[in-house]
């Protein structure tokens, strides 16, 4: 069972830096294609950004230019670099990983966006 775990949540002020990680549990080039989502409070969970195997990447239109994903393989790790933050951004973060026959995700992470 592949488990992983996000971090690097918290409070930050509208126009402030997070990264979030994820540590998984097992080699990343097991997985066709890893990314994050988030959930607003009262909203569905939407996708923030993709990255697949070969290293493509995908974001929702309302962070583009402002996060960044990005892994490193050696550490099993995804990042989810994020600039200019907006209060629209606050949300449970999560971490979702598929092999294509399976798919994965972590608890998430909180990320509070407010003055």
């Known amino acids: 069972q592949v488990q992983l775990v996000e971090s690097g949540g918290g409070l930050v002020q509208p126009g402030g830096s997070l990264r979030l990680s994820c540590a998984a549990s097992?080699?990343?080039?097991?997985?066709?294609?890893m990314g994050w989502y988030r959930q607003a409070p009262g909203k569905e969970r939407e996708l923030v950004a993709v990255?697949?195997?070969?290293?493509?990447?995908t974001y929702a239109d309302s962070v583009k230019g402002r996060f960044t994903i990005s892994r490193e393989i050696a550490k099993n790790t995804l990042y989810l670099q994020m600039n200019s933050l907006k209060p629209e951004d606050t949300g449970v973060y999560y971490c979702?990983?598929?092999?294509?026959?399976?798919?994965?995700w972590g608890k998430g992470t909180l990320v509070t966006v407010s003055s």
């Open positions: 979702h990983s598929t092999t294509g026959r399976m798919d994965y």
């Open positions: 990255i697949t195997s070969g290293g493509p990447t």
């Open positions: 097992a080699r990343l080039i097991n997985f066709i294609a």
